[in-house]
């Protein structure tokens, strides 16, 4: 069974950093897009940023310039670097491996990221 398990998340002042990973385990990382996504309180889940099988990267534009995807296939492995967080970034943040064509997708349990002064 395909689990995804996210780690990283706190708390942390406006203008620190945070890096969030996600391993998969249970399935081929490779032939998975794989994605952050967050969740504010009272606001829809929405797009952070996603990498594809080929590198093919995409952002949210409210994180442009401040955060960055990448992925270590060897090691299963998305990570989400987050520099100059914003109390705005104060979300819980869900990995996401999905296979569009297929219509498949998998959710890790999420992980809290709160910035407050």
């Known amino acids: 069974q395909l689990q995804l398990v996210e780690s990283g998340g706190g708390s942390v002042q406006p203008g620190e950093s945070l890096r969030l990973s996600c391993v998969l385990s249970?399935?081929?990382?490779?032939?998975?897009?794989m994605g952050w996504y967050r969740q504010a309180p009272g606001k829809q889940r929405e797009l952070v940023a996603d990498?594809?099988?080929?590198?093919?990267?995409k952002y949210a534009d409210s994180v442009k310039g401040r955060f960055t995807i990448s992925r270590d296939n060897a090691k299963s492995t998305v990570y989400l670097q987050m520099n100059n967080l914003q109390p705005e970034d104060t979300a819980v943040y869900y990995c996401?491996?999905?296979?569009?064509?297929?219509?498949?997708?998998?959710w890790g349990q999420g992980i809290l990221v709160t910035v407050s002064p």
């Open positions: 990498i594809t099988v080929r590198d093919g990267i």
């Open positions: 249970g399935g081929p990382f490779m032939i998975y897009t």
């Open positions: 996401n491996a999905a296979r569009p064509a297929w219509k498949l997708e998998h």
